[in-house]
């Protein structure tokens, strides 16, 4: 009976001992990945930091005369200045430097003759009577305010719907002309509710008119 009793003390004693152990081995490990802290943050894994490699500066094209304005591609809808012809392709279309889309004036029908009104009133003290432009500009590259008649090629178009679209862009959105300060820019009377949708409609059927 006593050889029973002394099995089962030296069994619960190896039980026991294994689990105090047991006890041990897992706390040292905690202590050591995490310390005291409750969040244990020291157990995270450091992220390795790689350099960024330096980026080679891109290269803008050179700026060209549009309405006094630099230009985009028509598919970035983003400022740029107006592409030259290449052998065999036309140029892109001039477009102002300030982005945005077409107005409501080029849905509604404008009067020429009103168009001239308002002409004179606002814009023949920068582009001159009927748009023959020359003005000066100090520090444009142009270095006078582009003529409307004849207007820059690019703007024209047979079809009435997209000369006014062309047209509307700079008078909705003002434009800042090439070069490093210039003396006069292309205010956004559109967008300052300077002029109303039909003022404008009726100042892009007057420049139009000039360009037949």
């Known amino acids: 009976m006593a050889d029973v009793d002394d099995l089962r003390k030296i069994t619960y004693g190896v039980l026991i001992g294994f689990v105090l152990m047991l006890i041990l081995w897992i706390s040292f490990l905690t202590l050591s990945g995490c310390g005291f802290a409750t969040n244990c943050a020291g157990a995270v894994p450091t992220a390795e930091r790689t350099s960024i490699p330096t980026l080679v500066a891109a290269t803008l094209p050179a700026s060209d005369r549009a309405l006094g304005a630099a230009t985009l591609p028509s598919a970035a809808g983003a400022a740029s200045p107006a592409a030259s012809p290449t052998a065999g392709g ?26 001239q009104t308002i002409f004179v009133a606002n814009c023949e003290q920068c582009h001159n009577p009927e748009g023959k432009g020359g ?9 006078t305010v582009p003529a409307l008649s004849p207007i820059d090629p690019t703007l024209k178009s047979a079809d009435f719907s997209e000369f006014a679209t062309n047209l509307d862009l700079f008078i909705e959105h ?5 070069g490093p300060n210039p003396a006069r820019k292309m205010l956004p009377w559109g967008d300052k509710d300077l002029l109303s949708p039909q003022e404008i409609a009726d100042v892009i059927a007057y420049v139009i008119s000039l360009n037949k």
């Open 90 to 115: 036309p140029a892109e279309v001039a477009r102002p430097s300030n982005p945005g889309g077409p107005g409501p004036a080029v849905k509604l029908v404008g009067d020429a003759t009103s168009g």
């Open 174 to 178: 003002g434009s800042t002309p090439a």
């Open 135 to 143: 003005y000066p500009n100090p520090g444009s590259d142009d270095g």
